[in-house]
């Protein structure tokens, strides 16, 4: 790859932290939790259009072309020396209702940072330098998850995302229209020169080894599934337990086996079942329904399918025995991604240039850069979130890490706006779909 950008002119460029925290503080005040840090901006909804309108604002300060797309990804873009496809960064600012300030934020924020501190040195680099924000990554209203990302890429078509019903019953495109972010840009969109992302870790591994910045290779493989099952409401004081269908005995008994399930499995399968509905949920009635989500996940493709098989052969055969019927739908299934090893290596090499320690690692979280994958050399910088804390208010990263992940994506994408990499580049081994 090309000589590192710590050598030359820019050798000497850092970013100004003290502008990237104010950003990040106003940003995490549209939606913020009372008495805590945290911020709840759910995909599309008003607190979503308030951050957009803010992020918007800061890129037609910096004076970035704008585009918007029709699923609502915003790419700003600063001109380099020559035209074509722009070395991009970005990530998300939709949050979990329980969100932090930092998770999608950072990367974000982050792209601005730089691009400021390239203006602020009068630096033109080689090719444009975009910065996205693209809708929706976290999935918690609108399923699956990274959707505006896999869009943008080309893994779903947008008329079909136009059509997702939210948690809420809204539908996505009529959302969109609602708080104006139904944009003319082409989908899917050209592929960039390349892409890093800026997250912070959501993990405890940085933290737990004393390691600055996580060189990420890797995501796991996500299935998301919800479940609804139907029994026989009745008295919870007169049915006898061996007359009950009880959809609510159906549902916890998979929730066990979902923890149980990853235990065997061992590190690093993962399961969880987020979010638990009865009906009537109340105390002295046994469930006529019961509603639940499963998330699991795992880096290899294998063991994350064999565990799904495993979990859909419990659920049948507890269900059947209890006498209740059951229905799954598909939520998110996406494959494990492997980034591009010349990017991975640029992460790691210019980490170790700017003087940081650095560990090459999986995610454990989706990410939008696990769509952009699809389409250019892609890659990941983490940063170290203390007690491993995220999709929490009380998530924290501290200043020192936010400045040596942001100077660490700095230089990586100014040595990439100096790299050619050729056409068959773009990492295909997502072939997941929603
Ligand atoms: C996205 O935030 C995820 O659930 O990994
Ligand atoms: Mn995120
Ligand atoms: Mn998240």
Same mark, same amino acid.
């Given at each position: +790859?090309?000589?590192?950008?710590?050598?030359? &002119?820019?050798?000497?460029?850092?970013?100004?932290?003290?502008?990237?925290?104010?950003?990040?503080?106003?940003?995490?005040?549209?939606?913020?939790? @009372?008495?805590?840090?945290?911020?709840?901006?759910?995909?599309?909804?008003?607190?979503?259009?308030?951050?957009?309108?803010?992020?918007?604002?800061?890129?037609?300060?910096?004076?970035?072309?704008?585009?918007?797309?029709?699923?609502?990804?915003?790419?700003?873009?600063?001109?380099?020396?020559?035209?074509?496809?722009?070395? +991009?960064?970005?990530?998300?600012?939709?949050?979990?209702?329980?969100?932090?300030?930092?998770?999608?934020?950072? $990367?974000?924020?982050?792209?601005?940072?730089?691009?400021?501190?390239?203006?602020?040195?009068?630096?033109?680099?080689?090719?444009?330098?975009?910065?996205?924000?693209?809708?929706?990554?976290?999935?918690?209203?609108?399923?699956?998850?990274?959707?505006?990302?896999?869009?943008?890429? $080309? $893994?779903?078509?947008?008329? #079909?995302?136009?059509?997702?019903?939210?948690?809420?019953?809204?539908?996505?495109?009529? @959302?969109?229209?609602?708080?104006?972010?139904?944009?003319?840009?082409?989908?899917?969109?050209?592929?960039?020169?390349?892409?890093?992302?800026?997250?912070? #870790?959501?993990?405890?591994?940085?933290?737990?080894?004393?390691?600055?910045?996580?060189?990420?290779?890797?995501?796991?493989?996500?299935?998301?599934?919800?479940?609804?099952?139907? $029994?026989?409401?009745?008295?919870?004081?007169?049915?006898?337990?061996?007359?009950?269908?009880?959809?609510?005995?159906?549902?916890?008994?998979?929730?066990?086996?979902?923890?149980?399930?990853?235990?065997?499995?061992?590190?690093?399968?993962?399961?969880?079942?987020?979010?638990? &509905?009865?009906?009537?949920?109340?105390?002295?009635?046994?469930?006529?329904?019961?509603?639940?989500?499963?998330?699991?996940?795992?880096?290899? @493709?294998?063991?994350?399918?064999?565990?799904?098989?495993?979990?859909?052969?419990?659920?049948?055969?507890?269900? #059947?025995?209890?006498?209740?019927?059951?229905?799954?739908?598909?939520?998110?299934?996406?494959?494990?991604?492997?980034?591009?090893?010349?990017?991975?290596?640029?992460?790691?090499?210019?980490?170790? @240039?700017?003087?940081?320690?650095?560990?090459?690692?999986?995610?454990?979280?989706?990410?939008?850069?696990? +769509?952009?994958?699809?389409?250019?050399?892609?890659?990941?910088?983490?940063?170290?979130?203390?007690?491993?804390?995220?999709?929490?208010?009380?998530?924290?990263?501290?200043?020192?890490?936010? #400045?040596?992940?942001?100077?660490?994506?700095?230089?990586?994408?100014?040595?990439?706006?100096?790299?050619?990499?050729?056409?068959?580049?773009?990492?295909?081994?997502?072939?997941?779909?929603?």
């Amino acid at each position: +790859m090309t000589p590192s950008s710590l050598t030359g &002119e820019t050798a000497a460029l850092r970013i100004d932290i003290d502008r990237l925290i104010r950003r990040l503080a106003d940003l995490a005040a549209i939606g913020a939790i @009372e008495g805590t840090e945290g911020c709840a901006r759910l995909a599309l909804t008003d607190e979503d259009k308030e951050g957009r309108d803010l992020v918007v604002t800061w890129m037609n300060d910096l004076g970035l072309d704008i585009t918007t797309d029709g699923i609502g990804n915003v790419v700003g873009v600063m001109a380099g020396k020559t035209d074509g496809p722009p070395v +991009m960064c970005g990530s998300h600012i939709d949050t979990v209702r329980t969100g932090g300030r930092y998770d999608g934020n950072l $990367g974000v924020l982050a792209g601005l940072e730089i691009v400021e501190t390239l203006m602020a040195a009068g630096h033109v680099p080689d090719r444009p330098i975009a910065v996205a924000f693209f809708t929706d990554e976290e999935g918690s209203r609108f399923q699956p998850d990274m959707l505006g990302s896999l869009v943008y890429v $080309g $893994g779903m078509p947008l008329e #079909e995302a136009l059509d997702i019903e939210a948690i809420d019953g809204a539908r996505l495109g009529d @959302e969109l229209v609602r708080i104006g972010y139904d944009g003319p840009a082409p989908l899917p969109a050209a592929a960039p020169h390349s892409f890093v992302e800026l997250h912070v #870790e959501q993990g405890p591994v940085l933290e737990q080894e004393g390691i600055t910045i996580g060189a990420v290779e890797s995501v796991q493989g996500i299935s998301w599934s919800e479940v609804e099952v139907v $029994g026989q409401s009745n008295h919870a004081g007169t049915t006898p337990m061996h007359l009950r269908k009880d959809p609510g005995y159906v549902a916890t008994a998979c929730a066990t086996f979902i923890r149980e399930l990853a235990l065997e499995l061992g590190h690093p399968q993962v399961g969880t079942v987020g979010r638990i &509905e009865f009906f009537p949920n109340l105390v002295n009635v046994v469930p006529a329904k019961a509603t639940f989500t499963v998330d699991i996940r795992n880096t290899d @493709e294998a063991i994350l399918k064999e565990s799904e098989r495993r979990f859909a052969e419990f659920l049948a055969a507890t269900a #059947e025995a209890e006498g209740c019927t059951v229905t799954t739908t598909p939520l998110a299934r996406f494959e494990p991604v492997i980034f591009d090893a010349d990017v991975v290596d640029l992460v790691a090499n210019t980490a170790a @240039e700017l003087g940081h320690s650095v560990k090459r690692m999986p995610s454990g979280a989706g990410h939008d850069a696990q +769509m952009l994958a699809r389409l250019c050399p892609t890659a990941m910088v983490f940063t170290n979130s203390v007690d491993g804390i995220s999709h929490n208010p009380a998530e924290y990263t501290a200043p020192d890490d936010l #400045e040596a992940g942001t100077n660490v994506m700095l230089h990586t994408m100014l040595t990439l706006a100096k790299t050619d990499f050729d056409a068959s580049d773009a990492n295909t081994s997502d072939k997941g779909d929603a």
